[in-house]
């Protein structure tokens, strides 16, 4: 069997590219899905296994909110945005992940012995 190429995301990292997506303004699932592939220059992909959970759980946690609206196909969907609680999410998150980053890269940048 052939190992994929595309990379898994992190426990917690999902939860911080939604909530980057979703202050950018009011979006439903599969734009989200959307802005976070192309903003990843097509690299992450989100299934909607993975999304649709995110989102009711970030929506339980208070770090957005839903409303129903039409699609750009007239189509109804939910629009999730975020909250003050999700602003103050995503910085927090943020600073976990540039920790953890900075972390991995001084990791691969030492030479193996």
Not at 17 to 37: D, E, F, K, N, W
């Given at each position: 069997?052939?190992k994929?190429?595309?990379?898994?995301l992190?426990?917690?990292?999902?939860?911080?590219?939604?909530?980057?997506?979703?202050?950018?303004?009011?979006?439903?699932?599969?734009?989200?899905?959307?802005?976070?592939?192309?903003?990843?220059?097509?690299?992450?992909?989100?299934?909607?296994?993975?999304?649709?959970?995110?989102?009711?759980?970030?929506?339980?946690?208070?770090?957005?909110?839903?409303?129903?609206?039409?699609?750009?196909?007239?189509?109804?969907?939910?629009?999730?945005?975020?909250?003050?609680?999700?602003?103050?999410?995503?910085?927090e998150?943020?600073?976990?992940?540039?920790?953890?980053?900075?972390?991995?890269?001084?990791?691969?940048?030492?030479?193996p012995?």
């Amino acid at each position: 069997m052939a190992k994929s190429t595309t990379p898994t995301l992190l426990q917690g990292t999902l939860d911080l590219l939604i909530l980057h997506a979703v202050s950018r303004g009011p979006l439903h699932g599969y734009a989200i899905a959307q802005t976070i592939h192309l903003l990843s220059d097509e690299v992450l992909t989100v299934e909607e296994g993975s999304l649709y959970p995110a989102l009711y759980r970030l929506e339980l946690d208070g770090a957005i909110c839903s409303s129903w609206g039409l699609s750009d196909n007239k189509r109804k969907a939910r629009f999730y945005a975020i909250t003050r609680r999700g602003q103050k999410l995503i910085a927090e998150h943020q600073g976990i992940w540039e920790r953890l980053s900075s972390a991995v890269d001084r990791v691969l940048a030492r030479e193996p012995r």
